[in-house]
């Protein structure tokens, strides 16, 4: 297996600033623009309470109105920074840069985007990350274009070496390829020691074929945050309890059973006869704080406590995010965050 210096840090370690993409009317969010806004506006102004965030961005009139509605929303706009680059779709888990750290450098991961195996147009989306090198967003570092298919929400690293992911997804969008070659890949371009795999685990209303972000989460505390199911009824029961079990069996790199943190199971919400991902795993830890999806759901607060626990020292708050479903992601999956010292600009 292939190992290099380079190493991923972990989503609680300092930031610069997290990355989002503003949603516009040519973007899959048009019938709901309105709403799904509201959301993106909540989200921003929270991230700029403790750090910067970088908006892409589709024209200057689209900078305007986002400027105009985040002001009025009371967004600290000394810490925000638009970007004009053209995009399919908002989802910056998945198209956005996986920034790794290499000494006092950084090199910008940019694996191939396919829009989840193919399914959805994703040209401009998988060229995005050029364009933001190109506008020199980040410092100075290496571009690192892998012609390997890979989306940012399918791969949770702890800081120290260790991935984990789910069989399900990596295996769609690789079908001919052993678990050994995904290791070694995987590793060889992350910077990895190891890979842990989950074979079970899903959620309907997920397009992403399993992404791990939407399932179970490292945490600082060297635990892992996890979705359940507490409804026998439920069609997610077995799967999810037979993910339980296989967290269980996972082991840190001392050879330790990881700290289990279950998250509560939020109430099914539909849209028509479609079911929608509504999981609590989705929250985005930034500087000082971690941003938890709320769904207008009893268990919102219970979910909230849990993770803030998860994450000691850290604010919790809570983002709307019930319209951020209604396209199959939610908080995580719209943001990508930058290290510190890698936003042009902050450095130094």
């Known amino acids: 297996m292939v190992q290099r ?3 991923w840090p972990a989503e609680w370690e300092p930031q610069d600033a997290v990355l ?5 009317a040519l973007t899959d969010w048009a019938a709901r623009l309105a709403a799904v806004e509201s959301s993106y506006v909540a989200l921003v102004t929270a991230i700029t309470r403790h750090e910067h965030c970088v908006i892409c961005v589709a024209d200057a009139g689209l900078q305007a109105h986002a400027r105009h509605m985040l002001a009025a929303a009371g967004a600290d706009l000394r810490r925000t920074q638009f970007v004009s680059a053209p995009y399919d779709d908002t989802w910056l888990r998945d198209s956005g840069p996986i920034v790794l750290r290499d000494g006092p450098t950084y090199e910008y991961a940019d694996f191939r985007f396919t829009g989840w195996g193919g399914k959805f147009s994703a040209e401009r989306d998988d060229a995005l990350i050029q364009r933001l090198l190109e506008q020199d967003v980040f410092v100075p570092g290496r571009h690192a274009r ?3 298919a890979l989306e940012g929400g399918a791969i949770e690293g702890d800081g120290a070496g260790t991935l984990l992911t ?3 997804c990596l295996h769609r969008r690789h079908p001919q390829m052993e678990r050994a ?5 995987l590793c060889g371009d992350l910077g990895a020691q190891r890979v842990l795999w989950l074979q079970r685990g899903y959620l309907e209303g997920d397009d992403t074929d399993a992404h791990i972000d939407t399932l179970a989460r490292f945490s600082p505390d060297g635990g892992i945050l996890f979705q359940a199911c507490d409804d026998p009824h439920d069609a997610h029961y077995v799967e999810l309890d037979a993910m339980r079990a296989e967290l269980a069996a996972l082991r840190d790199a001392q050879g330790h059973p990881y700290r289990l943190h279950a998250l509560p199971w939020a109430r099914p919400i539909h849209n028509g006869q479609r079911r929608l991902a509504a999981s609590y795993a989705n ?3 930034i500087n000082d704080a971690v941003l938890v999806p709320s769904y207008d759901d009893p268990a919102d607060d219970l979910a909230a406590r849990i993770i803030g626990a998860a994450h000691p020292g850290r604010i919790v708050e809570q983002i709307p995010c019930r319209e951020l479903i209604w396209q199959n992601g939610s908080l995580h999956c719209v943001t990508m965050q930058i290290p510190a010292g890698a936003l042009r600009g902050l450095a130094g």
């Open 20 to 24: 989002v993409a503003w949603p516009h």
């Open 283 to 285: 929250y985005l830890v």
């Open 166 to 168: 789910t069989w399900r």
């Open 146 to 148: 892998h012609d390997f």
């Open 5 to 7: 210096a380079v190493r």
């Open 181 to 185: 070659r995904l290791d070694d890949i």
